[in-house]
């Protein structure tokens, strides 16, 4: 556990002052937040705090700047654990490292489920602070995908509730609704592939599921 406090680090370095301190503390308190909510609340720059809490737990700071977390590095770790433990694929280093974005780097259920992410992978860690902000930058890396693929689902389903008719079929217009029965499909492939190229992945793979 590390032995230095976060407001106090703050202080000393002059980013608040003693009263600031105080105030911040009874705050969190009256809340039940902790004191960093408190201050991101109150405007103080994400990367002053990332800078003091990195002083502290001995973590480098990685400012990802809106930067996109490449599709191959999402699906190895679930969305659900990047949202429930805070933390995020950010990239792979030269020399064999799976780099990941932590919030909270001092949460031990964190650290663990990163060991075993790490043992699945086979790969060893290197780890990083990021803000807040960046953190759901990339959480919407998850989403943007996955929605998507729904509106064209969406699009599918509402096309091919309208049958072809025997009108359509005397006029020789079959191939040309087929066509477009096929075009929502047409765009899922893309919408897969599109990421899949912008995440430069060296494969796609499509699991199916209930």
Do not use: C, W
């Not at 405007?43 to 973590?59: M, P, Q, R, T």
């Not at 191959?72 to 933390?87: D, N, V």
């Not at 066509?179 to 992945?201: C, F, N, Q, S, Y």
């Amino acid at each position: 556990m590390a032995s230095k406090n976060l407001l106090d680090v703050l202080a000393s370095n002059g980013a608040l002052s003693l009263e600031d301190v105080s105030k911040v503390k009874a705050e969190a308190k009256r809340k039940g937040v902790a004191p960093e909510d408190v201050l991101y609340e109150k405007g103080l720059d994400e990367y002053i705090v990332l800078d003091a809490k990195s002083e502290i737990f001995g973590v480098p700071v990685k400012k990802l700047a809106g930067t996109k977390s490449a599709f191959g590095l999402l699906k190895s770790i679930p969305e659900e654990s990047a949202r429930f433990y805070k933390f995020v694929p950010i990239g792979e280093s030269a020399d064999g490292y799976f780099e990941v974005g932590m919030v909270h780097p001092d949460d031990v259920s964190a650290q663990q489920a990163l060991k075993f992410i790490s043992a699945r992978l086979q790969k060893p860690l290197r780890i990083f602070l990021i803000s807040p902000s960046d953190f759901k930058s990339i959480i919407g890396e998850y989403k943007s995908i996955g929605g998507e693929v729904n509106r064209a689902l969406t699009e599918f389903e509402r096309e091919s509730q309208s049958d072809i008719s025997f009108a359509a079929l005397e006029a020789n217009k079959v191939d040309e609704n087929i066509l477009t029965e096929e075009g929502p499909i047409t765009k899922i492939v893309d919408v897969i592939v599109k990421h899949g190229v912008e995440g430069r992945a060296s494969d796609i793979h499509i699991e199916p599921s209930r």
